[in-house]
């Protein structure tokens, strides 16, 4: 890819959509894990545990080619952001839940993201052309964390410019997201059509499913509706930029970031339909039980 894209534009979009998220946190969002423990201890769940292990099984019936099967195991690391905040707050979700497993999710991707995929190369035997050196690992997470505690400084001293922020910021993010993507469907235009054959389908199914058990799991351990929609958005929406980034410039292989492009193209769609279906559900619940 063209170097000023990936050594600039990819950590500065990454910054940016990190403290986008940062604006929206208050220290009191990790003290909420108390409030609601058992919502964020089950989404979590399904986020760190249930996920990858789907994934895994998904890339294993699908027989993907090695950098491709390590992208989905990546994808599948990789937190939610700042668009599953969007997302349940269009469709009746609890927000404030989706921002306390943003922010919980996040810090404990320094531990699972890298696990995950260091798995994932074993898994394929790739250790000798494709590492995660911890140096790399850790300037990652610098890159992650400090903008987050940027937007949370300034959340706390200038509440009223974080409002005025959070709208900018969020079409910002989209914007990047796509113009990340449209990058990486360039650079790698002679194995586009391969590259949806190979992971289109799986990447469906693995938004399609994720949106499900975020959902359904929550439920059956009795979350609430609001909850529910939030604990799905949470898992079923990825930090894609997070997964590209640490693709392109931690593996150094664009084709692992092939996955995470193609999961943004379904994302917002999936995501968009399941979530007006679940709302309708919540909403037509709750008319009964006021009735």
Known sequence: MDSALTTVGLPLA???????????????DFRRVGTAPKAVVV???CQILLLPAICFGLVVLFD???????GM??????????????????????????????????VIAVVTLPLITGLAIAWYDRQDDVSMPLV?????????????????????????FARRMDKPVRIGSA??????????????????????ADVGLITA????????????????????????IASSMEVGVHNATLAIFVAVEVLDEVEISVPAAV??????????????????QVGAREDVSVG
């Open 73 to 106: 195991l990546l994808l599948a690391a990789s937190p939610g952001g700042t668009t599953a905040n969007l997302f349940s707050h269009l469709f009746r979700g609890d927000v404030a839940l989706n921002i306390t497993l943003t922010a919980i999710n996040t």
């Open 205 to 228: 199914l693995f938004c399609a499913i994720s949106l499900v058990v975020g959902y359904y799991v929550p439920k059956a351990a009795g979350v609430t509706g609001p909850q529910a």
């Open 263 to 280: 999961y943004s193209l379904v994302m917002f769609l999936f995501a968009a339909l399941w979530g007006a279906w679940v709302s309708r």
């Open 14 to 28: 990454l910054a940016i959509i990190m403290f986008g998220l940062g604006l929206d946190l208050t220290v009191g």
């Open 136 to 160: 790399e690992i850790v300037k990652v997470f610098a890159l992650i964390l400090l903008p987050v505690g940027i937007g949370m400084l300034v959340n706390a001293r200038a509440p009223g």
């Open 175 to 196: 914007v990047i997201l796509a113009v990340l993507v449209l990058g990486i469907l360039l650079d790698q235009r002679e194995n586009v059509a391969d590259y949806l």
């Open 43 to 45: 989404a979590l769940a």
């Open 64 to 70: 993907l080619p090695a950098l491709l099967g390590i």
